[in-house]
């Protein structure tokens, strides 16, 4: 295997006759350095010690995530709902339901002695949908409202690796599991796909009027982009 020593790390090289650039992946706690096969090694030690900080920063967040203890979905587990934590209340009913009461997900389930696991997850995920797309169709319509732009057509969806999208036509979609997040990080990233329907592009243009809107947007993407492997039912 050929690897390298980082600072703090090993890293794996990979080499393509595929690949004209260099590439680093962080995956499930291993670091893969992916790059042209000619690319001498003196290149690629010197790529790795570029972006240690990063690598690190990737690394610890991994870290976080697998050493997470699964959830049970028992009561007294905590679920994030606009970024505050609400305490799971499982209780007998006549009928599976969940709801929201005062600073509890209480969940009804026909028998408390057999394993609701899987019931129990389910109910939550459809209800998280459920709010996501009440409150961000809210929230959307509002900031459009402001900042002077009219979607197209507003969407929730469930995405593996981005939390929004603006099509060409001014179609929003949202990933659901933002509504997870706090408050702020959601309304940063309505603006920002709003936004797209102004300028459908990433020019500094786009990020001016962004920042119009959502002051502190740099801090509010750097928070999704550090936490959000963990916005996670």
């Known amino acids: 295997m050929n690897v390298i020593q980082g600072n703090g790390f090993v890293a794996e090289i990979i080499r ?21 096969e000619s690319l001498g090694l003196m290149a690629i ?83 998280f949908k459920k709010q996501a797309e009440i409150q961000l169709t809210k929230k959307t319509i509002c900031y459009a409202k402001i900042i002077g732009v009219k979607p197209s057509s507003i969407t929730i969806k469930t995405f593996k690796a981005r939390w929004g999208s603006c099509s060409i036509t001014g179609s929003i979609q949202y990933n659901w599991k933002i509504i997870i997040a706090p408050e702020p990080i959601i309304n940063y990233l309505i603006v920002h796909e709003l936004c797209h329907i102004l300028h459908h592009n990433h020019s500094p243009e786009f990020w001016k009027t962004v920042g119009q809107y959502c002051p502190d947007y740099r801090s509010c993407g750097a928070w999704l982009k550090r936490n959000g492997t963990l916005l996670e039912i």
């Not at 393509?16 to 042209?36: M, Y």
């Not at 009461?101 to 009804?108: A, G, N, P, R, Y």
Request: net charge positive; glycine share 4%.
């Open 45 to 127: 030690e010197s790529l790795v010690a570029h972006k240690n900080r990063w690598i690190k920063a990737k690394l610890a967040i991994q870290h976080e995530i697998l050493t997470t203890k699964p959830k049970s979905f028992i009561s007294g587990e905590t679920f994030s709902y606009l970024g505050k934590d609400h305490s799971l209340k499982i209780e007998s009913g006549l009928y599976p339901s969940i709801k929201l009461h005062q600073e509890e997900l209480v969940i009804s389930v026909r028998e408390k002695s057999v394993d609701n696991t899987k019931q129990i997850k389910q109910l939550l995920i459809k209800w």
């Open 16 to 36: 393509s006759s595929k690949r004209k650039t260099s590439a680093i992946k962080i995956q499930k706690g291993k670091v893969f350095v992916i790059v042209p």
